[in-house]
């Protein structure tokens, strides 16, 4: 059963912008979450109060020292939220960038070796690994993922890795399967055979269902893209370890050795991280009796999770009298019907309608979702199976069972 009750989602629901209508479209379910979560009203609040701000940070003045104190505020939030021993937060142009710069540092800092990562993940790190492992002289392995259920194990990982092994990069959740993978699990296999590897994680699918433990994960690095997580677009945030901290780096000359970013950044991008905080905060508050901080991120984390597998099971296996996928004859789920990795996300297939035109059809009674085709963002996932594409319907836990309901009611004329 979920944790979030009635009550509690209508108040949860207000906490967001646009939540069931879009300024163009007019009313409309939005099940397209994993291409961009839903912006927190406060994330728009502090976005409009900072981009008036003249002051630049490290000035002698009140203004200066006022975004100083919020800066630094906003990586003392990430540090509990994500539960950061050590190490260092900083924004950079996107997730994107700075899963390339992260994994190029790793690659150049380490010598011969080999560079380890899975066909499960989303280019952004195997093309930054493909590279810069060229660049290195360094080989770049592939653990093969699990066509059946969309994901990727410790033990697949476990047979590929090699004490050379130098840097390795894990995929936190599948944009494409909505699968999870173990990184805690990945990462301790990694380091039973090669200690020293750099272990970089793309945690961008991921960030916004809550339940990130750096502590738990033994990794160096760990990447997410605000816009995924209640936030907006313009900036990514990434987390090193102080030992990837240390290696050689792009810095200006005679400045801090330690500064990893480029140039004067965005103090409004540091805020509304501080916002996205607030927000798990004040939602593990209402779900739980925790008093500390860290049981509160917890406690959001167990009902976001309790939520969304709520919603993709009334999508699997219906809700009220309406049929779900699962027994709609013409419909083929992604990672099957009942898989435990997933994280608030269906992908299907439905048989003689092109994805396209499931996408199109559903976008005319207002329910949006999204088209992957076999591209250089998915072919890795759809290509193995056969397919050219599928539709992606992704839910986060501010969605409701009426907005599945209806969708479930437009998918069975579509499948009929």
């Not at 130098?166 to 936190?172: M, S």
């Not at 959740?173 to 090669?194: F, L, N």
């Not at 005679?254 to 970013?261: V, Y």
């Not at 963002?377 to 907005?403: F, K, Q, W």
């Amino acid at each position: 059963m979920s944790q979030i009750s009635e009550s509690l989602l209508n108040q949860i629901r207000s906490r967001f912008a646009q939540i069931d209508h879009c300024p163009k479209q007019g009313e409309r379910i939005f099940f397209e979450n994993a291409g961009g979560a839903l912006t927190l009203n406060s994330v728009l609040e502090s976005s409009v109060r900072y981009a008036a701000i003249p002051d630049n940070q490290g000035r002698d003045n009140p203004g200066s020292h006022a975004l100083v104190a919020t800066i630094n505020a906003a990586k003392a939030d990430m540090r509990d939220f994500m539960n950061a021993p050590g190490g260092q937060f900083f924004v950079g142009e996107s997730g994107t960038e700075l899963l390339f710069r992260l994994i190029m540092n790793a690659c150049l800092g380490t010598g011969p070796g080999v560079v380890l990562g899975s066909t499960l993940e989303h280019p952004a790190t195997r093309s930054a690994c493909d590279r810069w492992a060229r660049i290195s002289g360094q080989t770049h392995v592939l653990v093969p993922h699990d066509d059946a259920t969309g994901t990727v194990s410790a033990e697949a990982y476990a047979v590929a890795v090699t004490p050379d092994t130098k840097v390795a990069t894990i995929l936190h959740t599948s944009p494409v399967t909505g699968m999870g993978v173990d990184v805690a699990a990945v990462s301790q296999a990694i380091r039973a055979v090669a200690p020293d590897c750099f272990i970089i994680v793309d945690g961008i699918q991921h960030s916004a269902h809550g339940r990130i433990d750096l502590t738990a994960y033994d990794v160096d690095g760990y990447v997410i893209s605000p816009y995924k997580v209640f936030s907006r677009h313009g900036y990514g945030v990434a987390w090193i370890s102080d030992r990837l901290t240390a290696l050689e780096h792009n810095a200006l000359l005679d400045g801090p050795a330690d500064n990893w970013e480029m140039g004067t950044r965005d103090t409004g991008a540091y805020a509304t991280m501080s916002d996205v905080v607030s927000y798990f905060e004040w939602l593990g508050s209402q779900v739980s009796d925790a008093e500390d901080r860290r049981g509160k991120f917890l406690a959001a984390g167990d009902a976001i999770h309790a939520q969304e597998k709520a919603l993709t099971d009334a999508m699997i296996h219906g809700t009220g009298n309406l049929s779900g996928l699962a027994e709609m004859e013409k419909v083929t789920i992604l990672g099957g019907a009942d898989n435990p990795a997933r994280e608030g996300l269906v992908s299907l297939r439905v048989e003689d309608v092109a994805s396209s035109e499931v996408v199109k059809r559903l976008n005319e009674h207002g329910i949006r979702t999204h088209l992957r085709k076999a591209d250089h963002y998915s072919g890795n996932i759809l290509t193995p199976l056969g397919y050219d594409a599928c539709v992606r319907v992704s839910m986060c836990h501010y969605n409701s069972i009426g907005e599945v309901a209806k969708f479930l009611a437009v998918m069975k004329e579509i499948a009929a």
